[in-house]
């Protein structure tokens, strides 16, 4: 595949870089989408940028100022359409309440000895060209930590014309340009009521220059809001006579045109009527290359033929499946393919954890918790970083566990390397006793956006380890491309053809640890021992109860359940208000006992691949000992499903029965064997309208269940996608693939629940705007959270049957 710069027709000295597969060409991205546009490099103190935009059709518009995605602010739309990380794309946003389309493009250009140089072109046009669409638009610059940024246009109390400039060096970008231009044919506002009065300001780029204390850069909307307030407050003071009348509302709302001594935070501000365009620099000091409006113009065009060619390529929609619009749902999957990616994120800072809370429940005589030798209640650990994708942008702009090894197996198929970067800093999370915080709360910014009673972490609560699913996807692509296997590691082996330039080989992006065996080796001895100590800190604390209540099972050892549940919720499993049982310390939950196995398995292949033959003999005894208990243990004859388990008040054992996903989770995972006698009743349970099936895909609680559509309903009958892709993945590579008494029965679902969950997400996006976090188990309507580009984006794997 050729690569972006290959195809630029500019000077060879621009694109002088290789294809970008090392770290660097990772260093700048779109790692704000907390934003509706934000760029930093992945550096813990450094450069942040941000857009902000609101209307001038009245007064009241500037307290809509939009700026950090938020559901509240009624976007009709927004989604990256096009988007790669190593290259840059490009994202639509529909503000109806404003009339205007705001397209923003990214483009970054390899050079230099400090992660490259940057290009970004912000346009709008109305929505409907009926209709004004008045719009003020700000630009911000802002740096934390060590080094300086300086405005080198000349200040004037007035406004600016022309391209405004700034330059900047830190400890690590060295020295840099900032230069903000602006593109031909704007209209700014220069006429309205008391024009006359403004008109020394009128058509001038206003701006300001503040000193922002450390680590608060990240407020800087609120910063530039009150300045424009004050400026407004100062400016209408000489109108207050109703029979002046008033100023129009761009004139008046300005920034104050002030730059402080010390400032680390700029913003520059311009006020267009109509379609409006300008552009944005960023050039490194070591490229020695200064970039134009030309690099945008011909680049851009260029990184959307090659994104499209490999994207049909990567993901396409197979013969298989039948569409009468082909075209729409290649559109759809590459918007929500892209907001994926446009949704990884770099977080850097503090996060709460409570090393003394426990509920009583979760205290038994048989399993021993290292437990702090110094319990303070809730503290501030140091200061952690993570690339992390977010499930959603508005909602959920941060790190979470048991989402993130979804996002990896999309992630990994389009750029496999950009996906271990990502479970690298995961597992770089992981502490010496082998425990990872379930959601990611790092930083200020990070908790501003969580209710307090959610920022705290608890070192005995788990979530569903789905990193495990990333390491399994990895060593699969591994051995589809003939790579490294446990006897040729170190080997060459045999790749498609390379693109050539000028005699040399091009590699493909984001491959690197798939085409160079040693660094696949390299890079799975890296992570095996942390994920080892994360394996055995879940089998120490989240261990399970079996002798206690006469339970019989073949495994003595293989028994669990989550720790940190409430009375109504067992958060830490992700199926938050599933039913359950009472709390209790002898219960047993079918779902994490499903995931061990599943872990077990996944640290037997990844012991073979880096040697560790006897870890890969004991994990493969494990994994065989756990699966034995799930149908020793969950299995309910009488109600012919898995089950939880719990202990009445005579201290009895009991199956807790509620059907809905929790039963499937044997079957999800693919931990039964194509001929199990169980899989009948579980396929019967799948296909029932009365219970999981619908025409949207299957539900999370049986239709036919008391609870039903009842509570909070989160996990009580709603569509999640992910769980539709675990149950399509196990059709489609175990149960309809293998040989079985139920083969044709598991083909004829995987055809007709794969058609039902695409169309409806697709039909939802197409009426909506937004995919959407779980969809109505009776309507199929998209509901919370939007846009959810997280696990819903799983779609686009389920279409070109890309399963882990």
Request: glycine share 8%; charged share 25%; proline share 7%.
């Amino acid at each position: 595949m050729r690569l972006l710069w290959l195809l630029l027709p500019l000077a060879p000295s621009v694109f002088a870089q290789p294809a970008g597969n090392d770290s660097e060409s990772l260093l700048w991205g779109a790692y704000r989408p907390q934003l509706y546009f934000g760029l930093r490099p992945r550096l813990p103190q450094s450069v942040m940028t941000g857009l902000a935009w609101f209307g001038t059709q009245d007064f009241q518009s500037i307290t809509r100022m939009r700026h950090a995605c938020d559901q509240g602010d009624g976007l009709n739309s927004y989604t990256w359409t096009e988007y790669d990380a190593r290259q840059g794309g490009e994202q639509v946003i529909k503000d109806g309440i404003n009339n205007v389309v705001i397209t923003t493009q990214f483009l970054k250009v390899p050079g230099g000895a400090h992660g490259g140089s940057w290009a970004a072109r912000i346009k709008g046009e109305p929505m409907n060209p009926a209709y004004p669409s008045r719009i003020s638009t700000v630009f911000y610059i802002g740096l934390e930590g060590l080094g300086g940024i300086d405005m080198d246009s000349e200040e004037d109390e007035n406004g600016i014309e022309g391209p405004v400039s700034f330059s900047g060096s830190t400890p690590e970008l060295d020295d840099f340009t900032i230069r903000i231009v602006e593109g031909p044919g704007n209209t700014l506002i220069t006429e309205g009521p008391h024009a006359s009065a403004f008109r020394h300001k009128l058509g001038k780029t206003h701006f300001l220059g503040a000193r922002v204390p450390p680590g608060q850069v990240w407020q800087a909307k609120e910063l530039i809001q009150n300045a424009i307030v004050k400026t407004a407050q100062e400016a209408i003071a000489p109108y207050k006579d109703a029979a002046k009348g008033y100023p129009d509302p761009a004139f008046i709302y300005q920034l104050p045109d002030e730059v402080y001594t010390g400032s680390n935070l700029y913003a520059v501000q311009k006020h267009y009527d109509g379609p409006f365009q300008f552009d944005v620099f960023f050039d490194s000091a070591s490229a020695k290359q200064k970039l134009s409006s030309s690099v945008l113009d011909e680049g851009l065009p260029s990184l959307s033929t090659v994104f499209n060619e490999r994207f049909n390529d990567v993901f396409p929609i197979p013969s298989s499946y039948q569409t009468s619009d082909p075209e729409s749902l290649r559109e759809f999957s590459k918007a929500i393919t892209s907001n994926l990616i446009g949704g990884i994120g770099y977080f850097y800072g503090t996060s709460i954890v409570d090393r003394s809370f426990a509920y009583e429940w979760d205290q038994d005589e048989d399993v021993v918790v290292e437990e702090s030798k110094d319990k303070k209640g809730p503290t501030l650990e140091p200061p952690k970083a993570l690339l992390t994708a977010t499930p959603s942008r508005s909602f959920f702009p941060r790190g979470f566990y048991w989402d993130e090894g979804f996002h990896l197996l999309h992630i990994g198929e389009w750029d496999n390397d950009l996906s271990l970067e990502i479970l690298k800093d995961w597992i770089n999370l992981i502490d010496e006793d082998g425990w990872v915080a379930r959601e990611q709360i790092l930083g200020e910014e990070a908790r501003s956006r969580v209710p307090p009673e959610f920022q705290t972490q608890v070192p005995t609560y788990a979530n569903p380890p789905t990193l495990t699913m990333a390491v399994t996807a990895f060593i699969n692509r591994l051995r589809a491309q003939k790579g490294p296997t446990e006897q040729d590691l170190g080997l060459d082996y045999g790749l498609g053809p390379q693109v050539p330039l000028g005699g040399s080989e091009v590699p493909t992006p984001g491959r690197r640890f798939l085409d160079e065996p040693e660094l696949a080796l390299a890079y799975l001895r890296s992570i095996y021992k942390p994920l080892k100590r994360h394996y055995e800190w879940f089998r120490r604390t989240q261990r399970g109860q079996i002798k206690q209540y006469g339970r019989k099972a073949r495994s003595r050892t293989e028994a669990y359940r989550w720790r940190g549940r409430s009375q109504q919720h067992v958060l830490t499993s992700g199926m938050d208000d599933y039913p359950r049982g009472p709390p209790h310390a002898g219960e047993l939950h079918l779902d994490l006992i499903s995931w061990m196995a599943f872990f077990a398995q996944t640290m037997r292949d990844i012991s073979e691949f880096v040697g560790e033959l006897d870890d890969a003999v004991a994990f493969e005894e494990i994994a065989k000992a756990t699966i034995d208990n799930i149908d020793d243990l969950h299995w309910s004859e009488e109600n012919q499903m898995y089950c939880d388990v719990n202990v009445n008040d005579e201290d009895e054992s009991y199956h807790v029965c509620h059907k809905g996903y929790l039963s499937l989770f044997p079957f999800l995972l693919s931990l039964l064997p194509p001929d199990s006698p169980r899989l009948g009743a579980i396929l019967d349970l799948l296909r029932d309208p009365d219970h999981l099936w619908s025409p949207y895909g299957l539900r999370s609680l049986s239709a036919s269940h008391p609870e039903f559509g009842q509570g909070e309903n989160y996990w009580k009958g709603p569509i999640w996608i992910q769980m539709n892709y675990l149950a399509l993945s196990a059709l489609h590579k175990t149960y309809a693939a293998q040989a079985g008494p139920y083969q044709q029965r598991a083909q004829e679902i995987y055809a007709e629940l794969r058609r039902n969950v695409v169309e409806n997400v697709h039909k939802e996006y197409v009426r909506t705007g937004y995919v959407w976090e779980q969809y109505d188990a009776i309507t199929g309507e998209g509901r919370r959270s939007h846009p959810f580009t997280g696990w819903t984006s799983l779609v686009t794997l389920i279409i070109s049957e890309k399963y882990y």
